[in-house]
Antibody, heavy 114, light 109 residues
Framework: QVQLQESGPGLVKPSQTLSLTCTVS??????????WSWIRQRPGKGLEWIGY???????YFNPSLRSRLTMSVDKSENRFSLRLNSVTAADTAVYYC??????WGQGTTVTVSS | QAVVTQESSLTVSPGGTVTLTCGSS?????????PHWLQQKPGQAPRTLIY???NKHPWTPARFSGSLLGGKAALTLSDAQPEDEADYYC?????????FGGGTRLTVL
């Protein structure tokens, strides 16, 4: 059974970089044909698609975040990561990772505050 | 960036039928938008009920079905149950990029 677990700091200062990792268990991130997603949800708001990445490294990003966003895959550790730089309070959200959109992590709360 | 539109809220009686819709600012929604429907209950992560317009996951209750209807993607819930009260999100694909709708809050009352 595939499981995903987000990890990273719960508090990030404004203008700094938000870094999150999603560790995959029960499946290989290198298995072909699947993409690995990041989605977020601001407090009291709807879902926002951030982007996704294939194990090959090919990725698609939300245009509104593209200039600040990096994603990567670590095949040796079976995990994938997100880096969002120059964060502001508007980046405060619950961040979810997902295998395609079928299997989701439980989400991790990130607060941007000084 | 395209805008995906959903009803903000709907109410259905227990045992009743309701259809949620998902429109696109770029025109008619087609199978090429690979519509997904997700359900989210308070305090929980979302889960996908329908993908690629009509396909169900093993965990998708049979009372949920997806379709294209009048230029929109549609999620139909038949024989609504109290546990179906939740937020429902549509997601469309635009040449690889994805956009969520604003969500529909469904009340079973």
């Amino acid at each position: 059974q595939v499981q995903l677990q987000e990890s990273g700091p719960g508090l990030v200062k404004p203008s700094q970089t938000l870094s999150l990792t999603c560790t995959v268990s029960g499946d290989s991130i290198s298995s072909g044909g699947y993409y690995w997603s990041w989605i977020r949800q601001r407090p009291g708001k709807g879902l926002e698609w951030i982007g996704y990445i294939y194990y090959s490294g090919k990725s698609y990003f939300n245009p509104s975040l593209r200039s600040r966003l990096t994603m990567s895959v670590d095949k040796s550790e079976n995990r994938f990561s997100l880096r969002l730089n120059s964060v502001t309070a508007a980046d405060t959200a619950v961040y979810y990772c997902a295998k395609t959109l079928a299997v989701w992590g439980q989400g991790t709360t990130v607060t941007v505050s000084s | 960036q395209a805008v995906v539109t959903q009803e903000s809220s709907l109410t259905v009686s227990p045992g009743g039928t309701v259809t949620l819709t998902c429109g696109s600012s770029t025109g008619a929604v087609t199978s090429g938008h690979y519509p997904h429907w997700l359900q989210q209950k308070p305090g929980q992560a979302p889960r996908t009920l329908i993908y690629d317009t009509t396909n169900k996951h093993p965990w998708t209750p049979a009372r949920f079905s997806g379709s294209l209807l009048g230029g929109k993607a549609a999620l139909t819930l038949s024989d609504a149950q109290p546990e179906d009260e939740a937020d429902y999100y549509c997601l469309l694909s635009y040449s690889g990029a994805r956009v969520f709708g604003g969500g529909t809050r469904l009340t079973v009352l």
